[in-house]
């Protein structure tokens, strides 16, 4: 056999391949092109983490997000360590001693050195509730209780600080406060989206079915709310807000905003979509066949489309996360004590508190990443879209 003949096992394998491309789903087509872009898995596994920690924050922040320590405030990130005099120990940190400058009264921290913390995996600390539900007080990591003296020397048990990315003027733990801020940002994405969907298949659907003056209609109103400034439009509806509004009710309402504008358009995309499809063959044949109409647009016309449908909503949750970290940031959105990344930023607003606690700037990477992220899975999306192209 030369190096140019194929082997009779090759060949069964290719053909083994080629039948099992031929008879797979569109949907299984779609599963392995979307297998094939590494990038678009990779992020995908980072969402999943990233949602998996949403999910159980509580659990997995090392500390709770309002606990409030004056010996700590603006206390720069604990460098995790394992060497200590020159011997090689678990991973530890060294507590930190406050000072403050005499001539510029700025507070600074100090490692001391003679007080090492090990780091320990689900050690008990500050107690809370999962999901609101279930009483622990088990963390996923921390450093558990130290003994404490009192000036007047009573021993105290108290939970020992750990600030893996600083802590914030009131000396809250800073990496704590990003995890529960994670369970607002990533799910106002999902939940506005959500209603974003609803809207734009529905009324971009009935617009491109039935046509006509309902279509004229629904159009022009379109173009109404696109003719606006994005900016000053989510200012006006996000000043509208009363301030004696629960937390619950300002997140419902932020969702209803970001939901209000973005469905726009998705509606142009499904309407168009419908405008090229209701006229095929078999859209024909199932109104000849007497179907109703609801059920040709929903069971016939929308699976032409649904993955364009996908992709589009997979890069509009980005959106929807900058928009709210953006409302956030300016004071228009989420309030405290409501915890999430947009709300973390505040603290950020100013160059002095930039300089002196660059810490602070930590949610940014989160959304980035989180961004970045939605970003190249949508790309992947977007390419298993079209299983049949190279």
């Known amino acids: 056999m030369t190096m140019h003949e194929t082997s009779p096992v090759e060949v069964q394998a290719a053909a083994t391949k080629d039948e099992r491309l031929y008879l797979a789903s569109q949907w299984r087509l779609?599963?392995?092109?979307?297998?094939?872009?590494?990038?678009?898995?990779?992020?995908?596994?980072?969402?999943?983490?990233?949602?998996?920690?949403?999910?159980?924050?509580?659990?997995?922040?090392?500390?709770?997000?309002?606990?409030?320590?004056?010996?700590?405030?603006?206390?720069?990130?604990?460098?995790?360590?394992?060497?200590?005099?020159?011997?090689?120990?678990?991973?530890?940190?060294?507590?930190?001693?406050?000072?403050?400058?005499?001539?510029?009264?700025?507070?600074?921290?100090?490692?001391?050195?003679?007080?090492?913390?090990?780091?320990?995996?689900?050690?008990k600390g500050d107690p809370y509730k999962l999901w609101g539900l279930i009483p622990m007080e088990r963390h996923l990591f921390g450093l558990g209780h130290v003994e404490t003296v009192d000036e007047n020397g009573a021993k105290t048990t108290e939970v020992a600080r750990f600030?893996?990315?600083?802590?914030?003027?009131?000396?809250?733990?800073?990496?704590?406060?990003?995890?529960?801020?994670?369970?607002?940002?990533?799910?106002?994405?999902?939940?506005?989206?959500?209603?974003?969907?609803?809207?734009?298949?529905?009324?971009?659907?009935?617009?491109?079915?039935?046509?006509?003056?309902?279509?004229?209609?629904?159009?022009?109103?379109?173009?109404?709310?696109?003719?606006?400034?994005?900016?000053?439009?989510?200012?006006?509806?996000?000043?509208?807000?009363?301030?004696?509004?629960?937390?619950?009710?300002?997140?419902?309402?932020?969702?209803?905003?970001?939901?209000?504008?973005?469905?726009?358009?998705?509606?142009?995309?499904?309407?168009?979509?419908?405008?090229?499809?209701?006229?095929?063959?078999?859209?024909?044949?199932?109104?000849?066949?007497?179907?109703?109409?609801?059920?040709?647009?929903?069971?016939?016309l929308m699976p032409g489309f649904m993955s364009h449908i996908i992709v589009s909503v997979t890069l509009q949750i980005p959106a929807m996360i900058i928009a709210e970290t953006s409302l956030s940031f300016l004071r228009l959105g989420l309030r405290p004590p409501t915890i999430s990344w947009g709300v973390l930023l505040q603290d950020a607003q100013s160059i002095s508190a930039i300089r002196l606690y660059p810490w602070l700037l930590w949610p940014i990477a989160f959304v980035i990443v989180a961004v970045l992220m939605f970003n190249f899975m949508g790309d992947g999306l977007r390419d298993a879209a079209d299983p049949y192209s190279h």
């Open 30 to 123: 779609m599963w392995w092109k979307f297998l094939d872009h590494r990038l678009a898995v990779f992020s995908s596994c980072v969402l999943i983490l990233f949602y998996v920690v949403a999910v159980f924050c509580e659990f997995i922040a090392p500390s709770s997000p309002s606990q409030r320590a004056k010996e700590r405030s603006y206390a720069p990130p604990q460098r995790i360590r394992i060497l200590h005099e020159g011997r090689v120990h678990r991973p530890f940190v060294y507590d930190q001693i406050q000072h403050r400058d005499p001539e510029t009264l700025r507070l600074y921290y100090t490692p001391d050195k003679e007080t090492r913390l090990p780091i320990r995996f689900f050690v």
């Open 163 to 300: 600030n893996l990315m600083g802590a914030d003027r009131l000396g809250r733990d800073l990496f704590s406060r990003i995890i529960y801020g994670s369970r607002i940002s990533l799910s106002i994405g999902l939940v506005g989206v959500f209603l974003s969907l609803v809207l734009g298949v529905v009324i971009g659907g009935l617009s491109g079915y039935y046509g006509g003056t309902l279509d004229t209609i629904i159009q022009r109103f379109i173009e109404i709310l696109r003719s606006f400034p994005q900016i000053p439009l989510w200012m006006s509806l996000s000043a509208a807000m009363p301030a004696t509004w629960s937390q619950l009710t300002v997140y419902f309402f932020m969702t209803v905003i970001l939901a209000f504008i973005g469905w726009t358009a998705l509606a142009r995309v499904v309407r168009g979509k419908i405008l090229s499809l209701r006229e095929e063959d078999y859209a024909l044949a199932a109104r000849v066949a007497g179907r109703k109409e609801f059920s040709i647009l929903m069971r016939h």
